[in-house]
T-cell receptor
Framework: QKEVEQNSGPLSVPEGAIASLNCTYS??????FFWYRQYSGKSPELIMS????GDKEDGRFTAQLNKASQYVSLLIRDSQPSDSATYLC????????????FGKGTKLSVIP | DTAVSQTPKYLVTQMGNDKSIKCEQN?????MYWYKQDSKKFLKIMFSYNNKELIINETVPNRFSPKSPDKAHLNLHINSLELGDSAVYFC?????????????FGDGTRLSIL
């Protein structure tokens, strides 16, 4: 069974620090990975996608993918209280796969 | 303009009733999805349609029946509602069914069964 695992947290970091969110996946065939942010009572919102090994940066966010070790991470630099949310990692297998498998999410709290 | 819109936003009803949730996307996407998010916030795929064709049908009670009249609409009908059906149901869409296409979510329908 294809699984995406995340530490459910909560993860607490002080304002201005780097928040590091991690995700591992069981399906070696997984090709595409996505990080979604979900505020309480709201819908998941896509913040990053990554398809190749290495780092991908977008503003304060950096996604990292290591296919050999089967992990994906999201770094949030200069964390702000507005970053407090649940972060969902999702993976999709390769060509022919229709399904996105979500982890259970990591709740992040940024303390002012 | 809302990209993926669901109605209703809240649905409170009694056990045994039948209800429908509607979803529409104006992104021109080919693929649409229904997810269920339970009280522990776990987001689980239920169904997916690509251009009106059912392509994902997870292990879901047959009381749940999706319908896609066209590729911009995906509705979910639930018969004989049970307490365990209480959850938030999210509709999502993606440009196509494969590859590197992210999914865009609607605001969710919060279903509460009394």
């Amino acid at each position: 069974q294809k699984e995406v695992e995340q530490n459910s947290g909560p993860l607490s970091v002080p304002e201005g620090a780097i928040a590091s969110l991690n995700c591992t996946y069981s399906d070696r065939g997984s090709q595409s990975f996505f990080w979604y942010r979900q505020y309480s009572g709201k819908s998941p919102e896509l913040i990053m996608s990554i398809y190749s090994n290495g780092d991908k940066e977008d503003g304060r966010f950096t996604a990292q993918l290591n296919k050999a070790s089967q992990y994906v991470s999201l770094l949030i630099r200069d964390s702000q209280p507005s970053d407090s949310a649940t972060y969902l990692c999702a993976g999709r297998a390769g060509a022919g796969s229709y399904q996105l498998t979500f982890g259970k999410g990591t709740k992040l709290s940024v303390i002012p | 303009d809302t990209a993926v819109s669901q109605t209703p936003k809240y649905l409170v009803t009694q056990m045994g009733n039948d209800k429908s949730i509607k979803c529409e996307q104006n992104l021109g996407h080919d693929t649409m999805y229904w997810y269920k998010q339970d009280s522990k916030k776990f987001l689980k795929i239920m169904f997916s349609y690509n251009n009106k064709e059912l392509i994902i049908n997870e292990t879901v009670p047959n009381r749940f029946s999706p319908k896609s009249p066209d590729k911009a609409h995906l509705n979910l009908h639930i018969n004989s509602l049970e307490l365990g059906d209480s959850a938030v149901y999210f509709c999502a869409s993606s440009q196509s069914r494969v590859g590197n296409q992210p999914q865009h979510f609607g605001d969710g329908t919060r279903l509460s069964i009394l």
